[in-house]
């Protein structure tokens, strides 16, 4: 699902951003990738993974600010029509901010969410969640009490159901961590960091991309990016390409 990243199902991963590196291009490879790979194994004979009418949503992606457009148009690109999957019901976006500063929103989405959840088929090998994202829900209202507290209810809903959940966090002020970022650490399992390159702006490198064990990983399931051996990427209309810190090429 995190291609070229060899992260799990099921896992909670949490990613960074900063303003000149949005992460946006992660969250959308994802999700279509989790669908992608569902319409694969539904063309498998023998395998009963093709989502069934009323099997309910394979992603749900809960956003203060949606923008549907450029999720359809990034979509696209990457040939998957997102206009069907939301018309058939098995891509569900969730505003769990439609009025502001109000607890009983948050208590409410997640309601609603883990119902769907609860409900779901089984047969559904690959299913997602996306909190995008953490840093919006306060910047509008929300505390960081009730965020934390609602983050922590969907991880351990996404984890008894085995549902992978992703949440991104905008980092502000670069190499600082916030109480709220210290306390997401502390919960996932596994960390991309994506950041800009400080050594200043290329035309050929958009970012930098380290994975990072989150402290709630019983071990070290997958290959770890340092930060000093971090991978570079460069995004094109077609998606992401990456390569090893130092080259230009596409390696990955």
């Known amino acids: 699902m995190f291609s070229p990243f060899d992260i799990p199902s099921g896992a909670f991963t949490l990613i ?6 949005p992460a946006d291009f992660l969250l959308h490879g994802a999700v279509n990738a989790c669908l992608k790979e569902q319409a694969t194994k539904a063309r498998v004979p023998g395998l009963r993974a093709k989502p069934e009418s009323g099997a309910g949503p394979m992603v749900l992606v809960l956003s203060s600010l949606v923008d549907l457009a450029k999720w359809k148009a990034v979509a696209s690109k990457q040939n998957v ?29 997640f309601n609603s969410v883990s119902e769907i959840i609860r409900s779901s088929s089984s047969e559904i090998s690959e299913r997602l969640v996306i909190l995008d994202d953490v840093s919006t829900l306060e910047w509008i209202g929300f505390s960081p009490l ?7 209810a969907l991880r351990i809903a996404c984890h008894k ?11 502000v002020t670069p190499n600082e961590v916030d109480e709220q970022l210290q306390q997401l650490l502390g919960i996932c399992t596994y960390h991309l960091d994506v950041r800009p390159l400080y050594s200043g702006r290329s035309g050929a490198v958009s970012g930098e991309i380290a994975l990072h064990l989150g402290a709630a990983a019983r071990q070290d399931e997958v290959k770890l990016i ?10 094109l209309d077609t998606g992401p390409v990456y390569f090893q810190k130092g080259t230009s090429e596409g390696v990955l």
């Open 16 to 21: 960074t951003d900063e303003l000149s590196a």
């Open 81 to 109: 029509n997102l206009t069907q999957h939301i018309t058939n019901g098995t891509v569900k976006f969730v505003d769990v901010a439609s009025t502001e500063g109000s607890e009983m929103v948050l208590s409410e989405a």
């Open 146 to 152: 009730d965020i934390m507290r609602f983050v922590r």
């Open 161 to 171: 159901a085995n549902w992978t959940f992703i949440v991104r966090y905008h980092v």
């Open 226 to 235: 340092k930060r000093s051996g971090s991978l570079q990427y460069r995004l």
